[in-house]
């Protein structure tokens, strides 16, 4: 079975800061798909970046950015240039080939103005 | 477009009752998932499924979990003899196709149901 490991329950960054969420997993698979979510207070969970394992290079959005380290097992998460908007709950989620996503428990992100 | 809503919004039922929680899921998405999300928690997987058939329940945590999408599009999740621990938010998910592809199997979220027992 899959686990994903978010090991920061909470981060603060002042705006226009940076900030860097962790996330490990674990997984026999050696195909599979990595993301971060965000669930802002309405709840609704918004995919705000996603990873392919057999891809190398680090995926980006915009002031979204991911260090992706297979052989480590870990997915980390940078957001640039902070905004107030970006407060929120940050979910790493793993898929293999089963299509069910496999959650940690979540990064509280505030950014502080 | 329209993307994936859920009704209701909220619900508070008695211990021991019936419920029912509906998704729509997006236009022409033939992959739907239902997750659980307990307070303070990552959501947990429930069920997909690909067209009308679940292709996999293996997250239904007992027998008094089920869901139909008998049309390949609305699913319902029930919950028979709702217990306390039940209570958390169920979030249902859509993707284009399901299998292999990353991005037309990105799963997209609708807001959820706050299922609350009393």
């Known amino acids: 079975a899959q686990t994903v490991t978010q090991s920061q329950p909470e981060m603060s960054v002042q705006e226009a800061e940076t900030v860097t969420l962790s996330c490990t997993y674990d997984?026999?698979?050696?195909?599979?798909?990595l993301f971060w979510y965000k669930q802002p207070p309405s709840r609704q969970m918004i995919l705000v970046i996603r990873?392919?394992?057999?891809?190398?290079q680090n995926a980006t959005e915009n002031r979204f950015s991911v260090n992706f380290q297979k052989a480590a097992k870990s997915f980390s998460l940078k957001i640039s240039d902070s905004q107030l908007g970006d407060t929120a709950m940050y979910f790493c989620a793993f898929r293999a080939a089963g299509n069910k996503l496999t959650f940690g428990g979540g990064t509280r992100v505030l950014v502080k103005p | 477009g329209a993307g994936v809503s859920q009704t209701p919004s909220n619900k508070v039922t008695e211990k021991g009752k019936y419920v029912e929680l509906r998704c729509d899921p997006i236009s022409g998405h033939t992959a739907l998932y239902w997750y659980r999300q307990s307070l303070g928690q990552g959501p947990e997987f429930l069920i997909y499924?690909?067209?009308?058939?679940?292709?996999?329940d293996s997250g239904l945590p007992n027998d008094r979990f089920f869901a139909v999408r008998p049309e390949g599009s609305v699913s319902t999740l029930k919950i028979q003899r709702t217990e306390r621990g039940d209570s958390a938010v169920y979030l249902c998910?859509?993707?284009?196709?399901?299998?292999?592809?990353?991005?037309?199997?990105?799963?997209?979220f609708g807001p959820g149901t706050r299922l609350t027992v009393l």
């Open positions: 990873q392919e394992a057999y891809k190398q």
């Open positions: 998910a859509s993707s284009l196709t399901s299998g292999g592809s990353s991005s037309t199997d990105t799963q997209y």
């Open positions: 997984t026999s698979e050696n195909n599979y798909y």
């Open positions: 499924f690909q067209g009308t058939g679940a292709a996999d």
